[in-house]
Nanobody, 116 residues
Framework: QLQASGGGLVQAGGSLRLSCAASGRTFSSYGMGWFRQAPGKEREFVAA????????SYVDSVKGRFTISRDNAKNTGYLQMDSLKPEDTAVYYCAAGGYPNPSAYWGQGTQVTVSS
């Protein structure tokens, strides 16, 4: 089970940190990722991290602004989002599975709203 949290309302240029707490499975065995879905759009990949944190990947639109990380001792993954833009507004989902497309297991979403 994956539980995402940390979403909210922030002004453009601001920051948020999303968390994804895992339970019930061996979190450290899986890659982890973040996806997002904006209103009227399809869900899209945002970032992924391998099981040990050694590899990461990002969609081009967030490179240099977002940082994915994980703490296997806490069974938790993170997405640090800086320099947020209105176009980052979406429901963000965490997922786990094989890197670089960790989409086998899904958590519920957390809303991120960036105001201009």
């Amino acid at each position: 089970q994956l539980q995402a949290s940390g979403g909210g309302l922030v002004q453009a240029g601001g920051s948020l940190r999303l968390s994804c707490a895992a339970s019930g499975r061996t979190f450290s065995s899986y890659g982890m990722g973040w996806f997002r879905q904006a209103p009227g759009k399809e869900r899209e990949f945002v970032a992924a991290i391998s099981w040990n944190g050694g590899r990461t990947s990002y969609v081009d639109s967030v490179k240099g602004r977002f940082t994915i990380s994980r703490d296997n001792a806490k069974n938790t993954g993170y997405l640090q989002m800086d320099s947020l833009k209105p176009e980052d507004t979406a429901v963000y989902y965490c997922a786990a599975g094989g890197y670089p497309n960790p989409s086998a297991y899904w958590g519920q979403g957390t809303q991120v709203t960036v105001s201009s």
